[in-house]
C-alpha cells in the first residue's frame, strides 16, 4: 500500500495497531491530519494539548479539521480492525466519511463491517478483498522463475495466489529446501500459513539479525537510530542483509522502517517480554542522546505514560512559542493525573489548557501542585508554579488570598535572591493593578520592565492584562489602543492561541469608547483568530455570540472572568426585549464581583443601573463606593455626573449611550421636585398641579408603583373605581406632555421611565455619600448643594394646587430639605467660609428652632469669628426655644461652650 500511495497528490497514513479507545483513535486521527496539513501545524499542535481527554470534545474537534478541505486527497487506516474493536471508533469512521468525501483507505486482515453511510452509492465504495489480490498463474510465474510447472502448481494451492505468503516462499526458495518446505505446507491450515512460512523465515536468520527484525518489530516507523540504541551496536550490515529476506517497506524521505503488519503482530505475541524490553532500551538510548520526543513517544507505545513525562526534560521554549506536533502529541497523551507528578510540564501545558478547564479547576490543581512542590525545588520551577496559582487566583478574584501567598513567599525569600524579589515586585503589579490602585503600579512598572524585557510574550499579556485596563478606566483611549497594539505585535510572532486575549481586549475597548468601525475592525481580528486556532471557540464563543447580539441560551466556554463580564454587558446593550436585557446585565454585575477588577465592577453596576431605573440610586451608590478606590479622577467626575442627572458624563458618556440609546430615542427628562421644574432635552414643561403631584409621587422611590397604592395617597376622599380613572387621566396627560417614555405601565401599576432622572434620587446619593465621612465637597458638589435646596412645604403645596402629596413624600422632602441645608452648613464651616455657614444655619433653624446641629453650626461660626458676644446670644436663643417647645432647661454655656471651643482649635 505504501508503494501505491505515491499515485495520489497528498496523503497520510493513521496506524491504528494498539489503540485502546475512541479517544486513542481521535487523537490518532489528528497527528495524521497534522502531518498533511503544514500549514494547521501550529494551531493542530496547540489543540491536542488544550482539549481534555473527553471523547465527545475530540470528536468535534477531528470533524472540524477533516471537513475544512480535501487534503489529504487519501487518507490511509492501517490495522482498521480497531475500528471495529475499540467503542465509538466505528461511529466516528462514520461521521468523518459523512463530513467530507475523500479516498478513505482501509487496511485489515480481516473483513470488517464498517459503516459507510447510506449517503454513498455503491459505487462510491470499492472494497478489495484477500481474493482480488490474488497472483495469476502468469505472476506467479514471474514471481517463481526457478520452479517447475508442477512446483508453482504446489505453491498456488497452498497459497491460493496470495502475494505475501508467495513472496514468503520466493525468499525461502534459496534455501534450497523448497520440495520439503511445499510436502509440510500441505499440513497447514490456510489461515495459520503465513504465520507459518514467517516463522520459518524467522528460524533461518542469525541471531544478531533476529534481535534486528524483533526491533522493527517493536518499534513502529523505527529508524536505524532507534535500533542501534535499542541494541547498543551498529546494525547497518543486518538491514542490507534484511532488505532481500524480510517484508518491509523504507520511507525513501525519512528513513524509517515499517515490517509487514503480520509479520510484526506475529512477533509481538510470541516476544511480547523482550519487544518491550527492546522499546526501553532504545528510549532510554533516545533520552540520553538529547532527543525527548522520541524517547517519549517510544515510552507511550508501550503503554508507559510515567516514563513518557519523565523523558521530556526541556519545557522553556514551550512557554514562549508554539510546541512542536511530537511534543503535543505526547502531551496530548498525558492525563492530570501524569501531569502533576510533573510540574514544570504542568505549568507549560496550563497556557494551552486554560481553555478545556474551569478557573476553579485551575486553582484547585495549581494549589494541589504548590502544597506539594519539594523544598528543594530548582528556582525556575518554584517561579512558574507560583506563577500559574496567582494568575489562577486574581481571575476569580481572590486578591487578597494572593497578597498573603507574596507576602508568604517574600518571607522566606533569601538575602540576594533577586529572580525570586523581582517575580514578586511582578505580581504586586499585577495586584495593584486589578484592584485599581494605579499611582501604585505607575511605580511598579520601572521595577518589572527586566522580566518585560526577557520575554515577548510575558511582555504581551502583561500590556493587554496590566496596563490597557489602567488607561480604559482612566477613560484614555488612544493609550489604550496603543498599548493593546503593541501586545498584539508581541504576541503574534509566537503563533500561540494567546494572542487572542490582546484583539478581544481591543475590541471592547473600542465598543466601550463608542468606536464601531473600530469594534467591528477588532471583531473581524478576532474571528479570524478563533478559527485559525479552533481550540479556543471553547472559551470564546460566548464573547463572539455576546458580540453578534445572538448570547441568548450560550453558555459559557472557559473564558477569562473578564471576558465573560465584557461579553455580558455587550450583550445588555443589544438585546432586544428589556427582560433580557437587564438578565445579562445582571449577570455582567454577579461576575464582574467575583473578579478582582474593581474597574469592571464600577461599569457593570453602571450598566445595570441604566436597564433597572427602579434600582439605580443603590447601583450607582455602590458603583461611585468601589471607584473612590480606583485613582482614576475622570470615573469618579463621571460617576457624579451620573448620579447628578446630568446629560454629559465625561468618560461613561459613549458607554451610557450604548443602554440608552437601545430602550429609547426619547431625550432625558429631568424632574426636580425640589425645585417645582420639569423639562424634556433641556426644555422646560409646564405641567398641571394635578399632573405634577403624580409625577413627584412616582419620583418618591425608584420602584414599582400599585394603582391602588397610588390612588389611596393621591385621591383618599374617592371610591376607587373614580380614584382610578382620575389616576389613569393624570398619567396620559403627562404622557402627552414629556413624551410616553416618562411613566411606564399599566393600569394596573406604574413607574417612572429609564430617561427620567429626579433630583430627590441625586439629593439622597449625596448626603449618603457625605454622612459621616467629614470629607469636604468639591466645587461641583457644593454648586449642587445650592441648586438642590428644596422648596419650601408651603411652595410645594401651591405647585399641587388641591391634589394632596402623600404624608410620607412631604416628610421625606423636609429631610432632605434639613439635610442639604446642613451638609452646605458643615462644609462652608470647616471651609472658613462663616457667612455662608451662618446663612445655611439660620435657614434650618427658622424651620426648627429646636435644632441642635444647626445651632451647633451657628454657635460654633460665631466663636470662629472670635464674637463671644453673637454666640452668646444664639445660646440664649436656642435655650429659650427648648423650654419653650421641649420643655428642658438648656446647660451653662460655659459649660456647652468648652467641647465647641476645643473643636474651634
Known sequence: ?????????????????????????????????????????????????????????????????????????????????????????????????????RVVITCTRVSLELPYGHGLAPSDVLVVRQEDLRFSSKELDEALPNLDAEGRSAVERVSRGWPVVVSLIARLLAEGDLPDLLGRLDDVVHDQLYEYLASQLIASLPSDQLEVVLTLAAISDATRADIERALKREVY?????????????????????????MLAQMLLRQYSSLCEGLVRASASGAAAAGDDIRAARLYLAIGDKRAAASAIKDVGAFLTSTPSPGLAEVLSSLDGKILLEFPALWCAAIMHR????????????????????????????????????LNAQVNIGLCEEASKLLDGIAAETKPGDQATEMMIVFWRSVLVSYEGRYEELSAYMREVMPILAASDLTHALYLYDVIAPMHQARGDWQRANETLGQARELAAPTRLGVTILPTVESAF???????????????????????????????????????????????????????????????????????????????????????????????????????????????????????????????????????????????????????????????????????????VGGVPVKLSPSEFAVVATLAHQR?????????????????????????????????????????????????????????????????????????????????????????????????????????????????????????????????????????????LIADDPCDEEANSCRIRAFLLQEDRHAAEAAWRSYGASLRAQAGIEPPPFDAYLVPHTMAVR
Not at 373605581?721 to 406632555?737: D, I, M, T
Not at 399641587?800 to 442639604?820: K, W, Y
Open 1 to 101: 500500500m505504501r508503494q501505491l500511495l505515491p499515485a495520489y497528490a497528498s496523503w497520510t497514513i493513521c496506524d491504528l495497531a494498539g489503540a485502546r479507545d475512541g479517544l486513542d483513535v481521535a487523537r490518532r486521527i489528528v497527528s495524521a491530519l497534522g502531518r498533511a496539513r503544514p500549514e494547521k501545524a501550529d494551531a493542530i499542535a496547540q489543540a491536542q494539548i488544550s482539549l481534555p481527554n473527553e471523547f465527545d470534545e475530540w470528536r468535534a474537534f477531528v470533524h472540524g479539521i477533516w471537513s475544512e478541505r480535501s487534503v489529504p486527497e487519501a487518507f490511509v487506516f492501517e490495522n482498521a480492525e480497531v475500528l471495529e474493536i475499540v467503542f465509538d471508533g466505528a461511529s466516528l469512521f462514520h461521521d468523518l466519511l459523512r463530513d467530507n468525501p
Open 237 to 261: 550490515g543486518d538491514l542490507q542483509m534484511l532488505r532481500g529476506r524480510v517484508p518491509m517497506s523504507v520511507d525513501a524521505k525519512t528513513g524509517a522502517m515499517q515490517l509487514h503488519p
Open 354 to 389: 486554560g481553555y478545556s478547564i474551569t478557573p476553579h479547576d485551575w486553582l484547585r490543581t495549581a494549589r494541589h501542585i504548590w502544597d506539594h512542590l519539594p523544598s528543594g525545588a530548582e528556582t525556575q520551577l518554584r517561579h512558574s508554579v507560583m506563577s500559574t496559582l
Open 509 to 679: 475597548a473600542a465598543w466601550f469608547s463608542g468606536n464601531d468601525e473600530l469594534f467591528e475592525r477588532y471583531m473581524d481580528d478576532y474571528e479570524a483568530l478563533v478559527k485559525q486556532y479552533p481550540w479556543t471557540i471553547r472559551g470564546h464563543r460566548f464573547f463572539i455570540a455576546c458580540a453578534r447580539g445572538r448570547g441568548a441560551g450560550v453558555p459559557y466556554g472557559y473564558e477569562k472572568t473578564k471576558t465573560r463580564a465584557q461579553a455580558a454587558m455587550i450583550a445588555g446593550a443589544l438585546s432586544k426585549p428589556l427582560s433580557e436585557a437587564q438578565s445579562f446585565a445582571r449577570e455582567a454585575v454577579a461576575i464582574a464581583d467575583a473578579s478582582s477588577r474593581r474597574y469592571l465592577r464600577v461599569i457593570a453596576r453602571v450598566a445595570l443601573a441604566e436597564l433597572v431605573p427602579e434600582e439605580r440610586g443603590r447601583l450607582l451608590t455602590e458603583a461611585w463606593q468601589i471607584s473612590e478606590t480606583l485613582q482614576s479622577r475622570p470615573m469618579g467626575d463621571a460617576l457624579h455626573a451620573l448620579r447628578s442627572g446630568r446629560d454629559d458624563v465625561g468618560m461613561l458618556s459613549p458607554f451610557i449611550a450604548r443602554f440608552r440609546h437601545f430602550h429609547s430615542q426619547a431625550p432625558i427628562i429631568s424632574v426636580r421636585v425640589l425645585a417645582g421644574e420639569v423639562s
Open 703 to 843: 420602584r414599582w408603583y400599585d394603582a391602588a397604592e397610588l390612588c389611596e395617597d393621591l385621591y383618599p376622599e374617592l371610591d376607587s373605581e373614580a380614584a382610578g380613572n382620575r389616576l389613569y387621566v393624570y398619567v396620559h396627560r403627562a404622557r402627552q406632555r414629556l413624551g410616553h417614555d416618562a411613566i411606564v405601565g399599566s393600569r394596573s401599576g406604574y413607574r417612572l421611565g429609564p430617561s427620567v432622572t429626579v433630583d430627590l434620587w441625586e439629593a439622597e446619593a449625596l448626603i449618603r455619600d457625605h454622612r459621616g465621612q467629614g470629607a469636604p465637597l468639591s466645587d461641583d458638589e457644593r454648586a449642587r448643594v445650592g441648586a438642590l435646596t428644596p422648596l419650601s412645604r408651603a411652595e410645594l403645596t401651591a405647585l399641587t394646587g388641591r391634589a394632596r402629596l402623600p404624608i410620607a413624600f412631604e416628610c421625606r422632602v423636609g429631610e432632605l430639605h434639613h439635610d442639604l441645608l446642613l451638609l452646605g452648613a458643615k462644609d462652608a464651616l470647616d471651609g472658613g467660609r462663616m457667612r455662608e455657614a451662618l446663612t445655611f444655619a439660620d435657614a
